[in-house]
């Protein structure tokens, strides 16, 4: 019995279609690229985060290292900074007069919800992006009779969370010691 066209017509669009096997299959694996390309997303945000969190730990501590010590080595003197402290080990602020008899000190301020390093001449060291701790200036003084300061502190940086858990906080601890001219 020969076929007609209605009904070969009929019988190829029933071929035409897709299982609902097949469409399982399809969509389980779409979900599963899904996923890993999203954790790998989320992976790169992570590292990235950290990254940048480190860079500008670095940035800004050199910064601030570099000022001091630039401050340090250029002054005519070491004097008695509000503490009442002048040269001596583990003090917490430290006061230079330079040559124009201009003196400047530095600190820690809490300014805000930060804790900067800062000078007595209203400028702050560090931003708002970092948190400073533990500054020390330790004053030692060698056989020939030349000073030297030892500058330590410690920045903290919190990295931002990605998906809403407990923040990871980055710390950088810097030192330098300066021989002072005079």
């Not at 007609?4 to 669009?13: D, V």
């Not at 969509?27 to 790169?44: E, G």
């Not at 992570?46 to 730990?57: D, E, G, Q």
């Amino acid at each position: 019995m020969p076929l007609n066209n209605a009904s070969r017509t009929l019988k190829t669009a029933k071929n035409q279609g897709f299982t609902l096997i097949e469409l399982m299959i399809v969509t389980s694996l779409m979900v599963i690229l899904s996923l890993t390309v999203s954790a790998m997303f989320m992976t790169f945000l992570v590292t990235n985060a950290r990254t940048n969190t480190k860079n500008t730990l670095k940035i800004e501590g050199s910064y601030a290292l570099s000022q001091m010590e630039f401050l340090l080595r250029n002054s005519y003197q070491v004097v008695e900074n509000s503490d009442t402290q002048i040269c001596q080990a583990s003090m917490d602020k430290i006061k230079l007069e330079s040559l124009d008899g201009g003196q400047t000190e530095f600190f820690l301020e809490l300014n805000g919800t930060s804790t900067k390093i800062a000078s007595n001449s209203g400028m702050y060291i560090t931003s708002d992006e970092v948190e400073a701790e533990n500054l020390q200036f330790s004053c030692t003084e060698s056989v020939s009779g030349g000073r030297s300061v030892k500058i330590d502190f410690d920045l903290n940086k919190v990295i931002p969370s990605v998906n809403n858990t407990s923040a990871e906080e980055s710390t950088q601890h810097f030192s330098t010691i300066v021989s002072l001219r005079n």
